[in-house]
């Protein structure tokens, strides 16, 4: 994927609408039914790019989609949020331009692994699966994620250089959905050039990586506990790390360990008699 270069009007969402992939309350839309939405209307009301975005969000391509208006205006207010974040820190991102920062470290860390983790994530399902609706989904939660550290941004913990990263690769991730208001954020926050030709941001494998992994445990095959171990951990630590839990202990009890099957990454599960 080199840049972005999309469809910037509400193109893609006429031709869902006329091409018969819609449905509503229970059928497909059509004039006979009397249950059409026109989109114009939804442009005019919420805007294209928060029409266009549900229209990806909603369903999978290949599948049809049930239209909702509630869900257009949930994706408005969601637009809404990210434009208030944007604005608030366009001036940092902007003056940030050019400053080299230190190893990210606590919650500018912790940021920047979310983010690189999103980045990775819609770069599959956008070029090789072209699940939009999950690379909506993905942008959702790393806006909660800012939003939730928004305390620290604000009080100076992150450094500018990180809150640039942040910002701009947001924007870049959100383009090809949402292209008219990533193209206005993209030039408040110092973006040179059409956002939909900038490069797509990379992901960086190294900030991606988690340092701990949280492992399900279970006994005869029901879920018990969740233990944290080291994201290289291997067998012997995530055994030791499963029976040292009190819940496991209480499972265990009085009766034979007869097998501790271990998926690396993925689960421990006991199997006792």
């Known amino acids: 994927m080199r840049d972005l270069g999309l469809i910037t009007n509400d193109e893609p969402v006429r031709r869902l609408f006329t091409q018969g992939m819609v449905i509503k309350d229970g059928a497909k839309m059509s004039k006979s039914k009397g249950n059409v939405v026109s989109p114009d209307d939804m442009v005019a009301r919420y805007g294209a790019d928060a029409a266009r975005m549900y229209s990806l969000f909603a369903a999978p391509p290949d599948r049809d989609l049930d239209w909702q208006e509630d869900g257009v205006a949930g994706v408005s207010r969601f637009l809404g949020r ?69 305390a620290q941004l604000a009080a100076g913990e992150v450094r500018p250089p ?91 009890a009085g009766k034979t360990v007869v097998k501790i099957i271990v998926v690396p990454g993925k689960l421990v599960n006991l199997v006792v008699k």
């Not at 608030?88 to 919650?107: C, D, L, M, N, S």
């Not at 879920?223 to 055994?239: E, N």
Request: with cysteine; glycine share 4%.
């Open 82 to 150: 990210v434009y208030r974040f944007a604005m608030k820190y366009a001036p940092v991102a902007r003056t940030a331009a050019g400053q080299q920062t230190e190893a990210p470290a606590g919650t500018s860390l912790k940021l920047l692994r979310k983010l690189h983790q999103t980045i990775a994530k819609i770069t599959l399902d956008f070029e090789g699966r072209w699940h939009f609706n999950t690379c909506v989904a993905a942008i959702m939660e790393l806006m909660n994620e800012l939003q939730a550290a928004d």
């Open 162 to 252: 990180v809150i640039r990263e942040l910002l701009r690769s947001l924007i870049l991730l959100l383009a090809p959905f949402a292209p008219h208001l990533s193209a206005e954020l993209w030039e408040e926050s110092g973006g040179e050039g059409a956002v939909l030709r900038a490069p797509w941001p990379p992901s960086n494998p190294e900030l991606a990586k988690e340092d701990e992994l949280e492992i399900p445990v279970q006994v005869n095959g029901k879920l018990v506990t969740v233990v944290r171990v080291p994201a290289d951990a291997g067998s012997d630590t995530i055994k030791a790390a499963a029976l040292a839990e009190e819940k496991v202990q209480s499972r265990t």
